[in-house]
T-cell receptor, first 116, second 117 residues
Framework: NAGVMQNPRHLVRRRGQEARLRCSPM?????VYWYRQLPEEGLKFMVY????????ESGMPKERFSAEFPKEGPSILRIQQVVRGDSAAYFC??????????????FGSGTQLSVL | AQKITQTQPGMFVQEKEAVTLDCTYD???????LFWYKQPSSGEMIFLIY??????QNATEGRYSLNFQKARKSANLVISASQLGDSAMYFC??????????????FGKGITLSVRP
């Protein structure tokens, strides 16, 4: 049973370009979360999605950032017109549809975004 | 106020000894869950242990145990018989009941643990 798959593992972009980060949740999981981690910092929540719905986007910047989790295919975190401050590790996590408040999140290995 | 506070500087422990990593939390919910994750240098986040606010017993998972003191709002992780592979960042996290099932985890800033041979 494959875990949470994120790709690419490393992504280099120049300022002004777009970054697309992909996340395939674990089999049977319909809840996806995106987190951002700056060096020497903890994980900061960005957005929580279920299939075709954004449930909580309170941690996501209003501009340039968007996320989707379509009916078919992976979840995508999209950053338009990247700036150097977007350089960070972006983690995706998933949980089962029937989870309760005690359900842990299963994390992917992250995508390291570097903006030149 | 910060939801999860981890203020210890880098921690060092001798191999085979026990170490306690501190975590305090802030919530007005009666029902909540506390989690510890490990992040080795490779970067992945590994779940270690969970404690529910209504659990009467402290959680244990192999060499990991959680010293849960509800009145003090602390959930310290105890690692017994430290191994070199325990060297990593350790994050405490919380899910609050009012945010609902499947809601986000809120993480602390983490603690670096180095195990000396």
């Amino acid at each position: 049973n494959a875990g949470v798959m994120q790709n690419p593992r490393h992504l280099v972009r120049r300022r002004g370009q777009e970054a697309r980060l992909r996340c395939s949740p674990m089999k049977g999981h319909s809840h996806v979360y995106w987190y951002r981690q700056l060096p020497e910092e903890g994980l900061k929540f960005m957005v929580y999605l279920q299939k075709e719905n954004i449930i909580d986007e309170s941690g996501m910047p209003k501009e340039r950032f968007s996320a989707e989790f379509p009916k078919e295919g992976p979840s995508i975190l999209r950053i338009q017109q990247v700036v150097r401050g977007d350089s960070a590790a972006y983690f995706c996590a998933s949980s089962p549809s029937s989870a309760g408040t005690n359900e842990k999140l299963f994390f992917g290995s992250g995508t390291q975004l570097s903006v030149l | 106020a910060q939801k999860i506070t981890q203020t210890q500087p880098g921690m060092f422990v001798q191999e085979k000894e026990a170490v306690t990593l501190d975590c305090t939390y802030d919530t007005s919910d009666q029902s909540y869950g506390l989690f510890w994750y490990k992040q080795p240098s490779s970067g992945e986040m590994i779940f270690l242990i969970y404690q529910g606010s209504y659990d009467e017993q402290n959680a244990t998972e192999g060499r990991y145990s959680l010293n849960f003191q509800k009145a003090r709002k602390s959930a310290n992780l105890v690692i017994s018989a430290s191994q070199l592979g325990d060297s990593a960042m350790y994050f405490c996290a919380m899910r609050e009941d009012h945010t609902g099932a499947n809601s986000k985890l809120t993480f602390g800033k983490g603690i670096t643990l180095s195990v000396r041979p």
